[in-house]
């Protein structure tokens, strides 16, 4: 039986009679519970109601790699930003364990299971805020009967029953070649186990420019990781994984990390559009094409700031900066959301690798005239025993010398060098800018030049068309750059 849950008296299609705004968040980790205390402090008389499936909120997915590696470092716990107690202090009516089957946006009714009761509810309002997140991708491959445990890690109870797993587990196969993919690897391989990489495409971290990747590669090999390679699982076994070429993989686990989708079914039935990218459309206010219907997170699109075009960055900082404003909003405050640059980081053992911007085929795309520029830095005085070489590439649109994107990895300094070029990138910077920017320099944390002022150096050479061959100065050593315009590349050595 479904059952009316008014609010304290209800006017029809409006707000309360005691002026109160209904506001009405689906889903409870990051994006929807950074939308509700946003929304709170915005509006302290709102009627705020949070609908989570799980029995836990506002919790680290990103954490859950490194949680699974040193459980003793990083316990559970800890992994969540508040408890359900907290946020319910903040007034923000917070019921886990309940899934809403359906939203009707005409009457502005949401029709919601409570999944411990066995119950249907019907619960009015006058915002609603879609934050479902985004599901895994199930790889298209038959799970036999007595088959090793298939598990993906998103949410904390998969990690939960990975940890319950791990002491009867020695040989893990991970399908799927990408962030998480490889985070875990490293993952597994400190928890002792033998781990295989298998990817259907045909490299790993294809989105990365091929020096990224052979070095990510690298990395891997070092540690023993096997790699699999154009290779298309189409079975998993009581023994492990079976290829589509024929080969066959032994394992006592295998994760699923071939990417996620948003979750968007809910708003596709109640009327609310998808944009190009799968994810719901919103505009600036992170609002959808329905008026009072906002998403944020893993389930909306952005706008690349520099292209301009709608993207799908399912990243945890998108997510929180996206929430921030469809909270503000939805809470009858004004704010926008200026876009996205899907800038990220992540580490493989002793490798950390990022990326920001446009890469040269996207600046392509885009309209611009670029030059890609690569260079060897050291990340600290050369003398430094702590330096270590950052490989840098760096994206720029010859016209004008506008930087537009860049990637990096390297074992130090990797993360300083990305949130430069992402700066220089949001702020619209010329390489001239980027060379000349006073940054801050002692040889225990930086050479005298950085490494993005030698990459913008060379590149601001090129983008004046004054050289085919130039030698340019940096603290570590010197840089024999030279550019193959066809390629529209320049690599230093």
Not at 177 to 189: H, V, W
Not at 431 to 455: E, G, I, K, R
């Amino acid at each position: 039986m479904t059952k009316l849950i008014p609010a304290a008296t209800d006017n029809e299609g409006g707000e309360q009679s005691n002026g109160a705004k209904r506001i009405l968040i689906v889903g409870g980790v990051a994006a929807g519970m950074k939308a509700a205390a946003t929304a709170r402090r915005r509006n302290q008389d709102a009627d705020i109601t949070v609908l989570q499936d799980e029995a836990e909120v506002s919790y680290s997915a990103c954490g859950l790699p490194y949680h699974l590696a040193d459980p003793a470092a990083i316990p559970r716990a800890r992994l969540i930003a508040r408890s359900v107690d907290q946020f319910r202090r903040e007034g923000i009516d917070l019921r886990v364990r309940h899934r809403v089957e359906g939203v009707d946006l005409e009457n502005r009714t949401a029709t919601v299971n409570d999944i411990a009761a066995a119950q249907d509810h019907v619960i009015p309002f006058d915002e609603v805020i879609f934050a479902t997140g985004a599901r895994p991708v199930v790889p298209p491959m038959t799970i036999c009967r007595n088959a090793v445990p298939v598990v993906a890690l998103r949410s904390l109870a998969n990690a939960d029953r990975l940890r319950e797993l791990m002491p009867a587990v020695r040989r893990v196969a991970i399908v799927g070649g990408g962030y998480i993919g490889l985070e875990t690897a490293e993952t597994f391989r400190l928890l002792g186990a033998t781990v295989t990489v298998v990817e259907a495409m045909p490299q790993l971290l294809s989105p990365f420019d091929q020096v990224v990747r052979d070095a990510v590669a690298a990395q891997l090999a070092s540690h023993g990781v096997g790699i699999r390679v154009g290779a298309c699982v189409t079975e998993v076994t009581s023994a492990g994984l079976a290829l589509r070429n024929g080969g066959f993989i032994e394992a006592d686990a295998v994760l699923t990390a071939t990417g996620v989708r948003p979750r968007v079914d809910l708003m596709v039935a109640a009327g609310v559009p998808l944009g190009p990218t799968g994810a719901v459309a919103v505009d600036e206010r992170m609002q959808t094409r329905i008026a009072g219907a906002y998403a944020a997170g893993d389930c909306a699109e952005a706008r690349h700031f520099v292209s301009g075009k709608p993207v799908w960055y399912p990243l945890g900082d998108v997510a929180n900066r996206q929430a921030r404003v469809a909270g503000t909003n939805a809470a009858g405050g004004s704010a926008s959301f200026p876009g996205v640059l899907g800038t990220a980081i992540f580490r493989v053992f002793d490798l950390a690798v990022a990326r920001t911007g446009l890469s040269l085929a996207q600046a392509r795309d885009a309209g611009f005239d670029p030059v890609r520029v690569q260079i060897q830095a050291p990340s600290r005085a050369r003398y430094m025993p702590q330096s270590r070489p950052i490989e840098l590439i760096l994206i720029v649109d010859q016209p004008s010398g506008r930087v537009l994107g860049g990637e990096a990895a390297g074992q130090d300094s990797v993360d300083k060098c990305i949130d430069i070029v992402a700066t220089a990138v949001w702020g619209r910077l010329s390489v001239d800018d980027l060379a000349d920017l006073d940054l801050a320099y002692a040889p225990p944390f930086s050479p005298v030049m950085a490494p993005v002022q030698v990459a913008a150096e060379v590149a601001r050479k090129e983008a004046r068309q004054t050289f085919d061959q130039v030698t340019v100065m940096s603290p570590a050593h010197i840089h024999n750059a030279t550019v193959d315009h066809d390629q529209r590349s320049v690599t230093t050595k």
